[in-house]
């Protein structure tokens, strides 16, 4: 969508517009049976949406592109993930609360486990508590390198914030993580002439890591990804004229929604959590992005049980709830699928819904992949067209043209 | 579409092809009811032609947008509406059949109120009678500012078409409209040097009109927006290769034809008229654009029963003797959504039947909203691809490549 066109239509309207994403929703049968895990969940509440709204699978970044988190929540708030690309880097800074300012460089560390030979045996450093990961960011925070500001800050588990502040960086450099072990680290190599000074900053910072951290088997040596700079983008509240509330209890999900310039509200990391955090905002806000993380944790364990439960649990614990709100219109999907059957991300669609008054039911019944395929938004709609017509159903468009 | 393409590709043929147009079609069900408009409309014709044709629904604009009959006209005509937009002077004088030439400057006008310190109190003049307006226009067609032919022609209530006729215009001027009341009229900005003599004139018109209109409260001054200019764009017959004739009754629709370059045939209101007009027209033409206005009007006037009524005397007055000429393709639908429900346009989508020889029936038997959706079209094909297909099923696009 063209976000020029939108900003100039959009209207104020009393109604209020609920963005419930089930991450990593979509999904596939276990080998040799039938259903996926949404479909063999029990969702009494998200079939009656279905039943009473209009139905789809949605494309979060093109057809055959397996999104990340990022990428495909972008695409659900309607930018195009492909034009607006974000580095790893940047989403953990904002997912932390970082300040990143104009120019910083910033890098999404894990903590990894090497051996005597210097090769990773464990990219994740036997996923150590994000209290010891604490501990460790404070002693890297000692490291100095002239004429560099460095913050480390821990972000979960074994993942932590690196950000460098100086004049005249360059986020142009390659990742340093081999990305499978038995290899060792790579150099940050400068991916262009702009970089080449960044690139041997960020060595020296590693070196000096290395030397910081022999003692702390497992999580004796760093590994950087996603080298990347605070973006200049239009802001969500802005282009849809609305006023916006992330509900969201991981720092990816906050990062993501406050580089669109929502309010990223105050909340734990429980769905009782959650739903208490959107009552309280209910009067203030007139959109609510709310997320509901571990269904895809379930699918990336590759646990087809535990992630059927778990959107049982959304299902039970969450839509109602919601409903109870009386919004006027709701939004229900994934933001990408992870199939438990392949435990990771995949390309495959998304189920989507979208219910309101004025949505247009078609005959889906069901909320499952293989029923949204004849819904009325079609078996591939780019997800990016998802909050257009949300906002048309919220009656915030005004006519284009006369 | 890239028009380039087409017009590459395009070969002659002696298949006729007609464009159905039945203006705001697309419904929704009445409140606590199941069926829309076209689903509860008794349809026999229009059922055959979707049971041995190909159907689906089509997005006019975009995704969530609602169009208005400009735009949703252009992109039935293969013009994408976000490419190919009319400012509002040009719409006006479309809409009142004005025959704007080349050069020609055109701005709607609003009557508006002014209160004694020249600040707008009322941007509509109380919304006077389009009697009114027109004795209005009269006393402003009395104005002479020496270099410039001025024409000016009531609309509907307080709104009226100024046209500006002159050498040298320039359509790059700012609305004089404040947007708000308590400020006075704006002046005439010109937008580039080359209106800074257009802005002149408007100036001298608009002094004059204050004057002319001193003592005719509450319509005592004039707004103008939308300072256009007739577009200059790929014409229709030359695009696709054919001759091509527009049936409408009514101002709008033939202006928006003649923008695009078909031949707008002298016809009647009635759908007898407008069916003799298409009888004495077949031989000379490959393309007929067929109108009918006033499906759209019900929905407007949110009587849902009338619009079901008119859809039934579309499909039992025009259907059958469209057919009766044995056309080689018909394309029915409408330009977009006017559910009754909702009373004015609407963002959803528009069923769709192509029917010719080869056209790949599909398994739909019924045009509707509901059917439709699983039809061989899809449920959101760009209203834009459908002239495209229409072509190709008439056989006038070569092949392209070897």
Redesign the interface.
Known sequence: ??FN?IKR?HKPSDKKVVLLVLDGLGGLPEKDKHKTELEAADTPNLDRLAADGIC?LHMPVGPGMTPGSGPAHLALFGYDPIQYQVGRGTLAALGVGFDLKPGDVAARGNFCTIDADGDVTDRRAGRIPTETCAALCEKLNGIRVPGVEIFVQPVKEYRFLLVLRARNLSPELADTDPQQTGKPPLDPKPLSEAAEKTAYRVSEFVDQARDTLKDDHPANMVLLRGFSEKPDWPAFPDIYGLRAAAIAGYPMYRGVSKLVGMDVLGTGETLDDQIETLKAAWNDYDFFYFHVKKIDSAGEDGDFDRKVSLIEDADHDVVPKIMDLNPDVVVATGDHSTPSALAYHSWHPVPVLIWSE?C????VKMFGERACI?????PR?PAV?????????AGR??????
Chains 1, 2 share one sequence.
Do not use: Q, T
Not at 374 to 378: D, E, R, S
Not at 386 to 393: G, H
């Open positions: 969508m063209d066109i239509l789809g004025h247009r039911k078609d005959p004849v819904g009325g938004l079609g709609i067209e998802l909050m257009p017509i949300a906002m048309a159903n468009i005004e006519k284009f043209g006369a």
